[in-house]
C-alpha cells in the first residue's frame, strides 16, 4: 500500500509473523526503468516472503523492472490491476487494465520470460458500467492462459471517473460470492480475495469455503496484531512467533541501526502506532509515539516509554 508498506513497516510486521506473505508499495516500473530509481527495491532480508509489486503497461519495461525486482531477491513480482488514481490511469495502468485483458496477457509474459520469480496479478472484479460477471471470467482466462496461476482478486469493482482512490475502496459495493465463483470456475487457479476484510475470524471462512488466500489491507496497518500475531498458528499452522510487547523489543536494533545511518525515529514509528489497538493503555502509547518520535534527538527509548503505558494497564502481559 502506498505510503503504508514501506520496508520499515514491512520488517515491523514481519516481526508478528513468520510465514504470511508481505507486499511493497507499487512502485512503478517507468520509475525504474526511465527514473533509475533503483533504490525503491532495497529490501532487508527479514522481510521474507515478500513480493514486489509492479505498476506498468509497457510489456518491455515490465519486463526489465521485473528482471531489476528478481536481482533484487524478491519472491514474487505482482502486476497491479487495481489502483483507480488519476495519475495512474493517465499512465494507462492499475485498474483501468481491466479493458485491456489481451495487453495484461502481453505484459504478465513478458514479465515472465525476463525471469524466473513467480509473477502474479492483482485485479478488480472490473471498472465503470462492465459486467463484472462476464468481464472477470474473461479477464482471468485471457490473463492465465500465459501460465499464471495466481491471482489477488479486490472483490470490488473500480469506478474510474467520480471517485477518489479512497471512495474507490469503500463505495463500490463487494461482492465476495463472484470472487468464490471464480475459484469454483478456475479451480486450477490460486485466487486470493481481498476487499474489507478486518480480521483473521472473517478470513476464516473464506479459506474454508475453499479460496487459496486473503489479502488483508487496512485492517492489517491500524491493527497488526489482531491480524498477524496468531495467523501463523490459524492460517499455516506452525507456532505463533511473538507478542505485541516481544516485537517492540525486537524492534530496538533495527531502529538503532535506521537512526544511525540517518533515519528518523518517527519514520518506523508511525507504522507502530496501531500496535495495541483496543488494549488498555494503547492511547497512551500512541500519543507518547506521535508526539516525541519527531522531536531532534529522539531514540529507541520513546518506545520503552511509550510501552510502560501498556505494562501499567498490563502486568501479566508486560512479563510474557
Ligand atoms: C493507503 C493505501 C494505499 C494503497 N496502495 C495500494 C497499492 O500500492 N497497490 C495495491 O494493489 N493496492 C493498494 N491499496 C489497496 C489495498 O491493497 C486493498 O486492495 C484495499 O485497501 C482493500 O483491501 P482492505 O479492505 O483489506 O484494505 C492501497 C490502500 C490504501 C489504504
Redesign the pocket.
Known sequence: ?????DRHCRYFHRLLSKETLL?T??VTAPALVRGGALHLLDFAPEEHPVAL?L?GSDPSELAQATKFGADAGYDEI?L?V??PSDRVQSGTFGAVLMKTPELVADCVKAMQDASDVEVTV?CRLGVDDQDAHAVLPHFLETVSATGITRFTI?ARKAWLKGLS??EN?DIPPLDYPLVHKMKADFAHLHISI?????SLEEAMPHLEQGLDGV???????HDPAQVLLHADSRVYGKDDQSSAEAAVHDMLPYIEAHLQSGGKLHQVTRHMLGLFTGKPGARAWRRVLSQGASRPGAGPELLLEALSHISQSHPDQAAE
Open positions: 500500500m502506498m505510503d503504508w508498506t507486499y508499495e507499487m509489486q505498476g505482482n497491479n487495481g489502483c492483482k479486490h482512490p479512497k475502496r481481498n476487499g474489507g476484510i478486518n489479502m488483508i489491507g487496512r485492517a492489517a496497518y
